[in-house]
């Protein structure tokens, strides 16, 4: 792995390759030493792109054309990081270059993203259940 990054001009020893961790408590305190999470592409994350989100780590992402490459498109629509989301490989570099240099704005979503969570429909149980069950109507309906 450092040796495909140092081919990219990127020193090893800026990577950090973390193993296993057996712990849910310990998994989700690495989330402490991101600043940024890179969503990975043509398969985006889910779990981890809302562990991340919910730990306070904005996370960005490449639109792509099929389900499994619009995940992350979902999930950061609706907690209200649309921004977050590119649509070219230059726009996606752009993107996460452009927050790293914005400590002030990094520092503000690590402190909001849980509420931001919280209060989108991501989380949203009720609304959830009530367009499933709207759903289920209309199917026995037709």
């Not at 989330?31 to 960005?60: K, N, Q």
């Not at 931001?116 to 429909?121: K, N, V």
């Not at 949203?124 to 037709?142: Q, V």
Request: net charge negative; glycine share 10%; with cysteine.
């Amino acid at each position: 792995m450092k040796e495909q990054f140092q081919g990219k001009g990127i020193s090893g020893d800026r990577l950090e390759l973390l193993g296993w961790e057996p712990s849910v408590r310990g998994h989700l305190e690495t989330y402490h030493r991101i600043d940024i999470g890179l969503d990975t592409f043509p398969y985006h994350g889910t779990t981890t792109t809302c562990e991340a989100l919910w730990m306070g780590v904005p996370v960005v992402t490449l639109a792509g054309k099929t389900h499994a490459s619009r995940v992350g498109v979902s999930l950061l629509s609706n907690a209200g990081l649309p921004d977050l989301v590119a649509h070219t490989g230059d726009e996606y570099v752009d993107i996460a270059t452009n927050l790293a240099k914005e400590t002030g704005r990094l520092r503000e979503l690590r402190e909001r993203l849980r509420t931001m969570m919280t209060d989108s429909p991501l989380t949203d149980a009720a609304r959830f259940t009530g367009h499933l069950e709207k759903a289920y109507r209309d199917i026995w309906e037709k």
